[in-house]
């Protein structure tokens, strides 16, 4: 699993011109799947977004969670995340899962970060033509490879 985290203050996913979902400060997780992701792949990326200490303490030092901090999740499936731009000018998503395999997993990982943060995730529509927007806060934005943990 690769997973793209951006500190906001806020962020939305609208579908059909209609906002379908929207948090204040907290992340905007976009997340992509691949076949090789596992239930061990989901806990180990669900506690690492739950605990990063990206939030500025009093003394404005990036040193408080999101869940210490109260913030709110917002999770967006992106299967672009996994784009091989090796050869040629068209990106390849042959490592991306089809929805059969990536589905499940999406929200098997919805559950676990509901269950470690200890309240709803808010989520984009897998597979929908989502406009996400964003106001990143810093900027800060991190990426995690669930392959390069160690």
């Given at each position: 699993?690769?997973?793209v985290i951006q500190r906001v203050t806020q962020a939305s996913v609208t579908i059909d011109?209609?906002?379908t979902a929207a948090i204040n400060e907290g992340m905007l997780v976009l997340i992509g799947i691949e076949d090789a992701d596992n239930a061990e792949d989901i806990q180990w990326l669900s506690s690492k977004i739950i605990n990063?200490?990206?939030?500025?303490?009093?003394?404005?030092?990036?040193?408080?969670?999101?869940?210490?901090?109260?913030?709110?999740?917002?999770?967006v499936s992106q299967f672009t995340l996994h784009a091989n731009t090796k050869k040629g000018n068209r990106p390849s998503y042959i490592k991306a899962s089809k929805p059969p395999v990536a589905i499940p997993l999406y929200e098997r990982m919805i559950k676990q970060l509901e269950n470690d943060l200890g309240k709803r995730i808010y989520t984009g529509v897998f597979g929908a033509d989502m406009k996400v927007a964003?106001?990143?806060?810093?900027?800060?934005?991190?990426?995690?490879?669930?392959?390069?943990?160690?």
């Open positions: 699993m690769k997973a011109g209609k906002v990063l200490r990206i939030f500025d303490d009093d003394n404005h030092v990036p040193n408080i969670s999101v869940k210490d901090r109260g913030g709110d999740i917002l999770l964003l106001l990143n806060d810093g900027p800060v934005t991190i990426v995690i490879d669930t392959k390069q943990k160690d």
